[in-house]
């Protein structure tokens, strides 16, 4: 398979294809190129002399990586993917072969120690076993789950959910509870018409529109301005009269409102509200004028003597 991207070549990888395929001999089931890197497939039985032969003789002494993928659809599903990195010659390889549930892959911790976290780690998340792992045990979920997480028919929820119960004053497993609406999918618009009554629509009132018929009809550009008109028209003007003899109340009144009073006086404008402190002040005698002080006169400077 040719690299689909356009990236330079990192690792060197001419005529490794046929040396390698020829070192491995009867354990290789198939070999090709993908991504810039060549991938090995081998019998399952093999993969502890294969891993063996490829770091003794080829000098790929570190194993970077193992990881699981899940076919659900083949009769053995698992694939165990292995990632080895010569430092020697800068060129890294995979290395992969299946398994099923029932049928364990010989553990590479012979070779390589770090692959008993990696293993652990492959077993927990899809339930690949290794025969001959040391301690092969959940190493990413908690005590007692059940399940592996990275299987393809795991769902997304899990089957039981932990909290922290103040009650009990500890953490305690239940079934999970999808307590959400909008779980069930239908991928329709509800501004196409769904055939249901959505959350709130049953609080609706004067729409026009039927209960469960999406979202009322938007409102035509005609109806749109005439509210806005409707919004912008001024008040109605109120009514006023055109001069003081006029009381609005008809001709009868305006007659009697233009006769002078019977004394012929006119009327004055209303006195202004005295406060106490005013009226106080003018019922007080007035205060008689102090005496005029007489003048200073300057002091005439001594004879002989500064002034």
Sequence with gaps: MATLHSAPRFTQINGLKDTLGKALGAHLLDVHEEHGELLFTVKRDSIEDVLRILRDDHKYQQLMEIAGVDYPSRAERFEVVYMLLSLTTNNRIM?????SEDTPVPTATTLWPNAGWLEREVFDMYGVLFSGNPDLRRILTDYGFQGHPQRKDFPLTGYTELRY???????????????????????LSPWEGADYILPGDEKAGGTGEAPGKGAPTPMT??????????KKA???????????????????ANKEAAKPSKDGA???????????????????????????????KPRKPKA????
């Design 234 to 252: 001024p008040p109605p003007t109120p009514k006023t009269t055109d001069n003081g003899k006029q009381t609005g109340a008809g001709e009868k």
């Design 95 to 99: 290395v992969k072969c299946s398994a």
């Design 165 to 187: 119960s103040e009650e009990d004053k500890r953490v305690v497993y239940e079934p999970v509870k999808l307590a959400q609406d909008f779980r069930s999918f239908d991928f």
């Design 266 to 296: 006119k009327a004055k404008p209303a006195a202004k509200a005295k406060t106490p402190a005013t009226k106080k002040a003018e019922k007080a005698p007035a205060k008689p004028k102090a005496a005029a002080k007489a003048p200073i």
């Design 304 to 307: 002989g003597g500064d002034a």
């Design 221 to 230: 550009a005609e109806a749109v301005k005439k509210t806005d008109e409707a």
